[in-house]
């Protein structure tokens, strides 16, 4: 059974993993005062990055639910068997969305063969489902192999992140401005993850890009499994020498070469800002997958 692997452009996968395996990318919409952007088609993280740093605000709209009727609707006219692995459902209204398409195109056609997957997962934490299911559907694996394997990357994917500059934040309405202030005074950054529900909590402020790249790495060490088999993913946002940082202080810890440097989409960039830093891996490996 050939199944498609769609996602959305939260999943912040290299465009060659995306040509190789036909990964479909629906766009969240990035807006801008009253112009709507198809992320990644109209807009690019480089053009966002570079206009945050100018001083202008973006906000992000979610995938509205008549793109994904449409969309999955010609799929299921064509025949076409396929998977929609979601954004997280806790940072996001897409989601919701699609499960909405799905259950009335399903009402619609009962024997359409389809499924919409809410990953708990964001930028490269979901690149990394997207690619492993990805490459599961390009050896042939029937759909109740495939959605097992999906299942499984989705309970197991870890996310940790960081950002260099509070004011993206305060300005996104995440932080107050004496917060912001006086963390980007002292140098102070946060530590941050991606609940077992898909939320963005704090776990840890750090003073100094040093000793916060080695709390990543610390991170990483308790949380994850066989480091030095399974690939660690990296989304970033224009940060060239804190990527270097960790890697050079991963790579040494687990003995490793094996990242995949991704950079951070408008999606989360929009809210988190340039300098965010965001590393992905599993809590439990399993090789054949």
């Known amino acids: 059974m050939n199944i498609k692997i769609i996602t959305d452009s939260a999943c912040d996968i290299l465009k060659s993993d995306q040509q190789k395996y036909d990964i479909e990318i629906m766009p969240v919409y990035v807006v801008e005062d009253e112009i709507n952007y198809r992320d990644g088609i109209d807009i690019s993280p ?7 740093r100018k001083g202008v605000r973006f906000k992000t709209s979610q995938i509205p639910y008549g793109d994904f009727y449409k969309r999955f609707e010609e799929l299921i006219v064509e025949k076409q068997p396929f998977i929609y692995l979601a954004f997280s459902s806790g940072l996001s209204g897409t989601y919701q969305a699609a499960a909405l398409a799905e259950r009335d195109l399903k009402e619609k056609y009962p024997e359409a063969i389809f499924h919409v997957v809410d990953t708990r ?5 979901l690149g990394h489902i997207v690619y492993g299911a990805a490459k599961a559907a390009a050896e042939d694996c029937d759909m109740d192999e495939l959605m097992l394997r999906i299942n499984y990357y989705v309970d197991h994917v870890k996310h940790v992140f960081t950002v260099t500059d509070l004011q993206y934040l305060y300005r996104g ?5 004496g917060t912001a202030i006086i963390g980007n005074m002292l140098n102070i950054n946060p530590l941050l993850e991606v609940s077992k529900a898909g939320e963005l909590q704090q776990i840890d402020k750090v003073r100094g890009e040093k000793k916060l790249i080695k709390k990543m790495v610390d991170y990483l ?4 499994d ?3 088999r399974q690939t660690i993913g990296i989304s970033h946002a224009d940060n060239p020498e804190l990527v270097d940082l960790f890697v050079k202080m991963a790579g040494k810890r687990f003995n490793t070469e094996r990242f995949k440097i991704v950079p951070l989409g408008s999606t989360v960039l929009t809210h988190s800002g340039p300098g965010t830093l965001a590393v992905f891996f599993f809590d439990e490996w399993k090789e054949a997958f």
């Open 46 to 52: 480089e053009v966002v990055c570079d206009k945050m």
């Open 121 to 125: 997962a964001v930028c490269y934490g």
């Open 173 to 177: 309405g995440r932080l107050n401005k």
């Open 221 to 224: 060490e308790e949380n994850g």
């Open 226 to 228: 066989q480091m030095d």
